[in-house]
């Protein structure tokens, strides 16, 4: 789960269906991606983190956490 990312998205009001759109990509996928299912592409990433990001260090936003099982 990428835990850092959806704590960024809840501060600065990121939808994930702003970035389907934003990546062209399904609301669906993106909720996998969110939840670790399903991999970021780099140029994903970067992307992310150049529409809404931009204050928030890459690496530190795509940290996959583990989630407990």
Sequence with gaps: MYSNLKSAMDREQVTIDSLADTLNLHR????NKLSG???WTYEEALMVKASYFQQYDLLWLF???????
Excluded: G
């Excluded at 669906?28 to 909720?31: A, E, F, G, L, M």
């Excluded at 940290?63 to 099982?69: G, V």
């Design 28 to 31: 669906n996928t993106v909720q």
């Design 63 to 69: 940290k996959k956490i583990k989630q407990a099982s």
């Design 37 to 39: 299912t399903s991999s």
